[in-house]
């Protein structure tokens, strides 16, 4: 069985997550070891590797999930470890910021992850171009790495438009019954249902390499929120809007950091 390869910074990234704590260290790895797992096995058994690559985007998710709440950010008690559902909703929740970020005002500023060091020297930062910048500053990396916030009217903002774009573009109900349907694909790989018997007809090695990638995204999030004890202000913002997106927490409620 042929192994997956990892590019240079993905490996940098599996180096840097053996230096935290447990029990998001090892969450992270397992992440990892699933969807190592899944390319392994997609030639010989397609639903138990679809499942394997679902099972490791989880567990990078329980990674950043074990953060806030080691760092208690405020609202992280609600997160559920072991609820699918919880797990599933954060990739469509990315994508929501991801668009946001893609048309807000950063895009002059192209903000971009970088990797420094090695070992435990090693971090993931975000880098800002410095526009009409002189040479010798044409860079800036904010420290920690996300602690900024976004507003609207002054107002914090909830990513709200962003979600409703991605609930339009699935043709869902709303974005909790989008979520749900993410959560239920595991089983409905693994379990026969009244239609008949699950079968994966055919599963690409660009699927599970998207996978891969899923993951160490999810990985590079936990590692900019992870060594910081200081509660970051897009993070605490993000938390918020994601408990609100769950119905875990009423429109008019805010949650203020110290």
Not at 61 to 84: C, P, W
Request: with cysteine; charged share 25%.
């Amino acid at each position: 069985m042929d192994n997956l390869e990892l590019t240079e910074s993905q490996n940098l990234i599996a180096e840097f997550i053996l230096n935290t704590p447990a029990p998001g260290k090892h969450c992270a790895r397992s992440a990892i070891g699933h969807v190592q797992s899944a390319w392994a096995i997609r030639k010989i058994d397609l639903e138990m590797a679809a499942f394997r690559s679902l099972t490791a985007i989880e567990e990078a998710t329980t990674a950043i999930f074990h953060s806030l709440k080691r760092h208690k950010y405020e609202g992280a008690d609600k997160l559920q470890l072991r609820s699918h559902v919880h797990k599933a909703a954060l990739r469509p929740f990315l994508a929501a910021i991801e668009t946001n970020f893609a048309k807000s005002k950063l895009e002059p500023f192209h903000p971009t992850l970088e990797l420094q060091g090695t070992g435990v020297d090693g971090k993931v930062v975000l880098r800002l171009d410095v526009p009409k910048g002189p040479d010798w500053a044409k860079y800036a990396y904010p420290q920690p790495p996300l602690n900024f916030a976004f507003t609207r009217n002054g107002e914090r903002y909830h990513f709200t438009e962003e979600i409703e774009w991605i609930v339009n573009t699935h043709n869902a109900a709303s974005i909790l019954k989008h979520v749900k349907d993410l959560a239920n694909r595991r089983n409905r790989m693994l379990y026969a249902s009244a239609e008949g018997v699950p079968k994966v007809a055919d599963l690409g090695d660009g699927f599970l390499l998207n996978q891969r990638d899923i993951v160490f995204q999810h990985l590079c999030i936990y590692l900019m929120i992870d060594p910081y004890p200081d509660k970051q202000l897009f993070v605490q913002q993000t938390l918020e809007s994601f408990l609100r997106m769950l119905n875990l927490l009423p429109d008019d409620a805010s949650i203020e950091s110290e």
